[in-house]
């Protein structure tokens, strides 16, 4: 995980939740860890490491990540023990 994707997990883990991240930096994260991504239809995407998903829609026609997404992807997180 390089310099960018530490800024990225500590943005999803910083009190109050950014609405303002962008989802590119927060799948580049993701990937990074270890994440294995499956493409669904339209906006769908699913994340899966050590057993556990994690499915979303991503942003459009913006490209933030509400803060909704930002704690789905917190709770991810924390069930694959990364935090």
């Not at 991240?21 to 927060?26: D, K, S």
């Not at 979303?56 to 992807?73: D, I, N």
């Amino acid at each position: 995980m390089n310099a960018k994707h530490q800024k990225t997990l500590h943005a999803v883990f910083s009190d109050p939740i950014s609405g303002a991240l962008e989802w590119a930096r927060i799948e580049a994260m993701l990937l990074a860890i270890g994440c294995e991504m499956a493409e669904g239809s339209g906006s769908s995407v699913s994340f899966r490491k050590d057993g556990v998903m994690f499915h979303v829609h991503r942003p459009h026609p913006g490209k933030e990540a509400l803060r909704y997404r930002v704690r789905l992807v917190r709770d991810f997180l924390q069930q694959i023990k990364w935090a």
